[in-house]
Nanobody
Framework: QVQLAESGGGLVQAGGSLRLSCAAS????????MAWFRQAPGKERESVAA????????YYADSVKGRFTISRDNAKNTVYLQMNSLKPEDTAVYYC??????????????????WGQGTQVTVSS
């Protein structure tokens, strides 16, 4: 069982930056591929970024490439999402998710085992 807790959301002006954190419980964090998703009001949840269990592979949605950076610190059981040059269309609830690395071979994973509760990011114009 893995529990995920996001933090770092808030209100920021367009062009600003935020850093989201997702702290995971448990001793096997380094065995999980991790990802960030977001869901805006009235829209479907979408994948934003993913990072492999070792940190050696990453994935970014086209809409955030060059602006967002996903990273992880396995010693701290934490995954991060650095968001720069934020736009109003980045406004959403951001969720982190975990997928055990030995379940499935797709990259990025199509399904996830655990989800956090989400943190709100609001970008004003």
């Amino acid at each position: 069982q893995v529990q995920l807790a996001e933090s770092g959301g808030g209100l920021v002006q367009a062009g600003g930056s935020l850093r989201l954190s997702c702290a995971a419980s448990g001793r096997l964090f380094s065995s999980y591929n991790m990802a960030w998703f977001r869901q805006a009001p009235g829209k479907e949840r979408e994948s934003v970024a993913a990072i492999s269990w070792s940190g050696g592979s990453t994935y970014y949605a086209d809409s955030v490439k060059g602006r967002f950076t996903i990273s992880r610190d396995n010693a701290k059981n934490t995954v991060y999402l650095q968001m720069n040059s934020l736009k109003p269309e980045d406004t959403a609830v951001y969720y982190c998710a975990a997928r055990y690395r030995l379940r499935g071979s797709n990259w990025p994973p199509r399904e996830y085992d655990y989800w956090g509760q989400g943190t709100q990011v609001t970008v004003s114009s």
